[in-house]
């Protein structure tokens, strides 16, 4: 459990809300489960949590180009 490490891409498709919510479950899975390994506590679960972060801006920033709220 030291080194094990899962990761999952997830690909969402909908409304900007249904993107929304799917980043809020997933920081809420990272958030509460995501620090089971030593590596994952210390590395690879702030690498998720903060890539969702980032991912979100982008959305969102491309969302209030659009008009789409954001």
Do not use: P
């Amino acid at each position: 459990m030291i080194i094990l490490a899962q990761w999952r891409d997830v690909i969402v498709t909908g409304s900007y809300d249904d993107v929304r919510k799917a980043f809020w479950q997933a920081q809420t899975h990272c958030l509460t489960l995501g620090w089971w390994g030593l590596l994952s506590a210390l590395v690879y679960n702030w690498i998720a949590i903060i890539g969702n972060i980032s991912e979100m801006g982008r959305i969102t920033q491309q969302a209030r180009e659009q008009g789409l709220g954001g």
